[in-house]
């Protein structure tokens, strides 16, 4: 049984179980909560995960309902199919309490993208000392932290994004197609994939782009989305910005399921907290992080946040190596000062060389064949 409930969980353990059929000679069945990438990996939705993708408190109480029913489905599905091992993946605030109820009703537990502890919320590892029998890190600095804090059934096996994470085309090839001068200055505005993220963030992404396209019209823009929704909710949100600023709109080109090649052909991005600060950081473009959710959302969450970044590129650095743009001090004012200073090209290289050697220690790839090895083992 596989529980993945966010998008880059779904992507991740779609890889982890097609190393798993591999590692077992194919001979394993599959079921649980699962996003599109599970179920082309021929995974059978019990719940699907595309209904539980929410940020905020209010919104999560809002969608309790839903949650309820998802959490009642996995744990009588579990308990009818009696499943070898369950594998966890991230989404720790539901993953956490499924795995107490499951682990009680005497069922293995691996947990894959260890929950970020070291972050916020560290009572927590109570739950994982005594509720998950196998936990699986993802970054270079969990296992010591979690070994640390008592769990002694913790490996890392390196980011599933190593050596994954490369564009697969060339800055010419992909100017070329979206009708870009690759000899001028190309900027990406990663806004997030959850409704909320795009709604709140893209407008002042796109204010930046205004300010800076007054001062220096040779800047291009490109806003990378990942699927046709995100596509949509994106030119909606551009939609609504034209019609509530006077000032002439930017000029932006909008790609779907190319981020990557986007980021490759771009000389600084603007990039929302979450994984794609790594990924942006392993292509090597110099960024600006950025975040900003509800007052209400941001009142509550930032006492209990005890880490010294947000951004997962400069926790892995262990430096502010990108500049961190949260809540109030994210403004298009603001932004636009720290996208010139990146693209200033002697900082532009210097930091590009620090990207390079922080990226070389995420691993060289294999993290989910790594993973599945410890869970078939765990089974045994």
């Not at 000389?267 to 960024?287: H, K, N």
């Not at 004012?333 to 620090?354: G, M, Q, V």
């Given at each position: 049984m596989i529980v993945a409930g966010e998008a880059s969980g779904d992507l991740h353990s779609a890889k982890l179980v097609r190393a798993l059929r591999e590692a077992a000679g194919g001979d394993i069945e599959f079921f649980g909560c699962v996003g599109p990438r599970l179920r082309e990996a021929e995974v059978e939705p019990i719940v699907y995960s595309d209904q539980l993708s929410i940020v905020g408190l209010p919104e999560?109480?809002?969608?309790?309902p839903v949650f309820l029913r998802?959490?009642?489905d996995l744990k009588k599905a579990a308990i009818e199919r009696r499943p070898d091992v369950v594998v966890l993946v991230d989404f720790p605030d539901f993953n956490l309490t499924l795995a107490k109820s499951l682990k009680r009703a005497g069922f293995k537990i691996a947990y894959y993208i260890s929950p970020q502890l070291w972050a916020w919320r560290k009572y927590r590892?109570?739950?994982?000392?005594?509720y998950v029998d196998l936990l699986i890190t993802i970054l270079p600095f969990e296992k010591d932290w979690y070994r640390k804090h008592g769990v002694e059934h913790v490996v890392y096996v390196g980011s599933p994004l190593a050596m994954q994470v490369h564009a697969n085309t060339s800055k010419d090839?992909?100017?070329?197609?979206?009708?870009?001068?690759a000899h001028r200055s190309i900027v990406s505005l990663l806004p997030g994939s959850r409704h909320k993220e795009i709604s709140r963030i893209l407008p002042e992404m796109l204010g930046t782009a205004a300010l800076l396209s007054e001062k220096h019209s040779e800047i291009q823009f490109v806003i990378p989305v990942g699927s046709a929704g995100a596509r949509q909710e994106v030119n909606a949100t551009i939609l609504d910005w034209?019609?509530?600023?006077?000032?002439?709109?930017?000029?932006?080109?909008?790609?779907?399921?190319?981020?990557y090649d986007a980021l490759n052909s771009s000389?600084?991005?603007?990039?929302?907290?979450?994984?794609?600060?790594?990924?942006?950081?392993?292509?090597?473009?110099?960024?600006a992080i950025v975040y900003k959710t509800s007052n209400l959302n941001y009142k509550l969450f930032r006492p209990i946040i005890s880490v010294e970044h947000?951004?997962?590129?400069?926790?892995?650095?262990?430096?502010?190596?990108?500049t961190e743009l949260i809540q109030d001090d994210f403004t298009p004012?603001?932004?636009?000062?720290?996208?010139?200073?990146?693209?200033?090209?002697?900082?532009?290289?210097?930091?590009?060389?620090?990207l390079a050697e922080v990226a070389a220690t995420l691993g060289s790839g294999g993290a989910s064949d790594r993973a599945a090895v410890h869970i078939l083992n765990l089974i045994q």
């Open positions: 999560i109480a809002r969608a309790l998802a959490f009642r590892i109570r739950t994982i000392i005594k090839e992909f100017c070329e197609k979206h009708g870009l001068d034209n019609r509530a600023n006077a000032k002439l709109p930017p000029p932006l080109v909008i790609t779907e399921n190319e981020t000389d600084a991005a603007a990039v929302t907290s979450g994984t794609a600060t790594l990924e942006t950081g392993i292509i090597g473009t110099p960024m947000f951004g997962l590129i400069n926790l892995i650095a262990g430096e502010r190596l990108a004012e603001t932004l636009a000062s720290e996208l010139l200073r990146l693209l200033d090209p002697r900082e532009n290289a210097r930091i590009r060389a620090r």
